[in-house]
């Protein structure tokens, strides 16, 4: 893993597009050229296009909107009695989604991708690396920004010296929470 994955959903194909050129495209390019500089093999773009080629096999069913009635469960469900009911547990409203959603997709890393859930710490902690990763990059970046923006433009130095007086004030009406012995 890269990156920390964020799936988004749009309908427009224009979005989507500009959405794939900023956070698949360029990003394997740039890791590349990495890689390249190097002096190892660059990968990141034939596995973004392999990426590429397999989402859009998914297209049909991601672009369409379905509808499935569920009147026969209903129906089903309301003619079962109470120790039916509790025997032959298919209520969708009691399943707990976070849950399934985990084995789901521990479901399709073992039998789909065929990859060894042995690995499933060491990606975790992959993820949570970049995920540090990305919030010091992101402070790092809004820190940068926000600095221009204070030395360049009247209106955002003027917020940050109310904001910044605003805290101060909060800070000094605040009661010593505790004391060091």
Known sequence: VARIPNPRFTKSYVWHEVCVLFDHVLPAYLMDMMMWVSGKRPIF???QDKLRKAV??????????WVFSNK???????KMTPEDRKTFN????SIHWPTYMESYCLGIKRFVLREELSELS????TL?????????VNVFLFIAVWRLLINRVAV?????NFLLGW???????MPKVAKSS
Request: charged share 30%.
């Open 128 to 136: 949570k690396r970049l995920q540090r990763i990305n919030f010091a």
């Open 72 to 78: 026969n469960l209903d129906d089903l469900l309301n």
């Open 156 to 160: 955002a130095r003027t917020l940050w």
């Open 167 to 173: 805290a101060i004030r909060i800070f000094k009406r």
């Open 90 to 93: 298919f209520n969708v409203k």
């Open 56 to 65: 859009g096999s998914l297209d049909y069913f991601t672009q369409n909107e």
């Open 122 to 125: 060491k990606a975790r902690q």
């Open 45 to 47: 773009v034939k596995i």
